[in-house]
C-alpha cells in the first residue's frame, strides 16, 4: 500500500515536495512512477525510475521542473517539484511495481496510492 503526502496550494513559481511512502515493505529495488490526473483529461506520466534498468526518466512537460529521489526511510521516496506553473494543478499520485527488481519494471508499475492534491494559483 501506498500513500503520499505533501500536496496544497502554493503560488505559480513555489515549490512542493510531495512524499510516497509505501506501508509493510521497503521500496529498495521496485521500479517507481509519479503521475497526475486532472478529471476529464486522464492522467499522465512523470517520471519513473527502475534501479533494476539503470533507468531514469521524466516527461518533457516536466522535465527540468521535478527531481524523484529517496528518503532516509527505506518505504519513502519523493518527487520535488519546483517552478510550478498555473498548468500543474492536479492529483498527483505515485505507483510501484508489485515484483522487487523486475526488468523493465517502468511498464508495470501496479500498486497505486490514493493521490495528493496539488493547486497552484495567486
Known amino acids: 500500500l501506498l500513500e503520499e503526502a505533501g500536496g496544497g496550494l502554493v503560488q505559480p513559481g513555489g515549490s512542493l515536495r510531495l512524499s510516497c511512502v509505501a506501508s509493510?515493505?521497503?521500496?529498495?529495488?521496485?521500479?517507481i512512477g509519479w503521475f497526475r490526473h486532472v478529471p476529464g483529461k486522464g492522467r499522465e506520466p512523470l517520471s519513473c525510475?527502475?534501479?533494476?534498468?539503470?533507468?531514469?526518466q521524466y516527461a518533457d512537460s516536466v522535465k527540468g521542473r521535478i527531481t524523484m529521489s529517496r528518503g532516509k526511510a527505506q518505504n519513502t521516496r519523493y518527487l520535488q517539484m519546483n517552478n510550478l506553473k498555473p498548468g500543474d494543478p492536479a492529483v498527483y499520485s505515485c505507483?510501484?511495481?508489485?515484483?522487487?527488481?523486475?526488468?523493465?519494471?517502468?511498464?508495470?508499475?501496479?500498486?497505486w496510492g490514493p493521490g495528493t492534491l496539488v493547486n497552484v494559483s495567486s
Open positions: 505507483a510501484a511495481d508489485s515484483v522487487q527488481a523486475r526488468p523493465g519494471g517502468c511498464g508495470y508499475l501496479e500498486v
Open positions: 509493510r515493505i521497503t521500496l529498495d529495488h521496485y521500479a
Open positions: 525510475i527502475s534501479d533494476r534498468d539503470g533507468f531514469e
